[in-house]
């Protein structure tokens, strides 16, 4: 046996695992029948445009989400507990990187996710996925956390995450999480908001449609929602109405979508 410290590169995950504790997470699941978003996707080939299945979830995602405020909240779970209405949605992204040689989970926020279009999302992605964070600037926190004490990196952390206002900054309003690169048929994750989606991979699987069977790309769709903010039906509701934007895609215009939702970072308690 070998025993080693515990890597600097991953101090950040363990400081947000520390921090979602309170955390009561509940889990449900849907299978979404992604015939839509695939001829969507095939058509924007045509065009020289790539938009992954990440990017239509953020985009779905985002609008459904800014229908649902109960949804798009924090709350500050201590001895005087607060809640925080967003007037904006911000989706955190994670990613599979390496960062001074160890491969590690990081995350990127989007802001105004529910505003943006379907290119611009699929732009931010593609920014993030292929960046450096070794060197992109959005990174630096996680530097500068990394070099720091474990005590002193913990309180940094916690100084940085847990006022409401600076939340939708570092932890967005909803996480989105992918395993859809693999062979993953199920992905519950836990990601610090009122709302987690978990994608695993897109496979051909049989439907029935108008009674008849039939073969069709299918998304496996986790939805964790934290149980101290919202009950099961709220859940049940994004995520069915996130299943049926998705079963339903058509973007003509390719841009944001009218939702009424001023694209202001405020925080209404």
Do not use: C, W
Not at 3 to 11: G, H, K, S
Not at 159 to 180: A, E, K
Not at 194 to 204: E, F, I, Q
């Amino acid at each position: 046996m070998r025993a080693q410290p515990f890597p600097r590169e991953r101090r950040h995950t363990a400081y947000f695992l520390r921090e979602i504790r309170a955390y009561a997470p509940v889990f449900l699941g849907a299978e979404i029948d992604m015939t839509a978003v695939r001829r969507h996707q095939q058509d924007a080939r045509a065009r020289g445009d790539r938009f992954s299945t990440v990017t239509y979830v953020l985009y779905a995602a985002a609008r459904v989400l800014a229908a649902h405020p109960a949804a798009n909240a924090a709350l500050r779970d201590r001895l005087r507990p607060r809640v925080a209405h967003y007037d904006t949605v911000a989706a955190k992204l994670t990613l599979d990187k390496t960062m001074g040689g160890r491969r590690v989970v990081l995350s990127a926020v989007l802001p105004d996710v529910h505003l943006r279009s379907l290119r611009d999302i699929a732009e931010e992605t593609a920014r993030f996925r292929d960046g450096d964070p070794d060197t992109m600037p959005e990174f630096a926190g996680v530097r500068a956390l990394h070099r720091l004490p474990g005590p002193l990196g913990q309180l940094a952390y916690r100084l940085g995450t847990r006022p409401l206002r600076r939340r939708i900054t570092t932890n967005g309003t909803f996480s989105v999480t992918s395993l859809g690169h693999r062979p993953v048929t199920s992905f519950h994750s836990v990601g610090g908001t009122t709302v987690t989606l978990g994608l695993g991979a897109v496979t051909d699987r049989p439907v029935v449609r108008d009674g008849a069977v039939a073969v069709a790309p299918v998304l496996p769709l986790s939805l964790t929602f934290d149980h101290r903010m919202i009950d099961g039906a709220e859940a049940a509701d994004v995520l069915g109405d996130i299943k049926q934007a998705l079963e339903s895609f058509d973007d003509d215009s390719g841009g944001p979508a009218d939702h009424g939702v001023a694209a202001q970072h405020t925080v209404r308690p």
